[in-house]
């Protein structure tokens, strides 16, 4: 079993930026690839980010991209999403996941992760 517990979310003005954060337990965090979702109220949830065991792959959703970076301290057995040029159609709860499947490259279906978070939500203000 695998926890995972977001942080960060809050309320931020169109053009701002916020860090969320995901601590991770029961499982060695370096043999998970990890990444982060959303869903927007009335919307399935989408693919954001992920990032590989050791940190050296990362992919992105075209919408993110150049705005939103992941990265993770497996020391700390946390995966960050610094979120800037936050846009008003980037709220949504953001959800953490894991991946304890082999391979080396993350994934972005959700249906390849096998644990998830609670989410944490972002609002962006216009």
């Known amino acids: 079993q695998v926890q995972l517990v977001e942080s960060g979310g809050g309320l931020v003005q169109a053009g701002g930026s916020l860090r969320l954060s995901c601590a991770a337990s029961?499982?060695?965090?370096?043999?998970?690839?990890m990444g982060w979702f959303r869903q927007a109220p009335g919307k399935e949830r989408e693919f954001v980010t992920a990032?590989?065991?050791?940190?050296?792959?990362?992919s992105y959703a075209d919408s993110v991209k150049g705005r939103f970076a992941i990265s993770r301290d497996n020391a700390k057995s946390t995966v960050y999403l610094q979120m800037n040029s936050l846009k008003p159609e980037d709220t949504a709860v953001y959800y953490c996941?894991?991946?304890?499947?082999?391979?080396?490259?993350?994934?972005?279906?959700?249906?390849?992760?096998?644990?998830w978070g609670q989410g944490t939500q972002v609002t962006v203000s216009s």
């Open positions: 029961g499982r060695t965090f370096s043999s998970l690839k």
């Open positions: 990032i590989s065991r050791r940190g050296l792959t990362t």
């Open positions: 996941a894991a991946d304890t499947s082999g391979g080396y490259e993350p994934k972005s279906r959700r249906d390849e992760y096998d644990y």
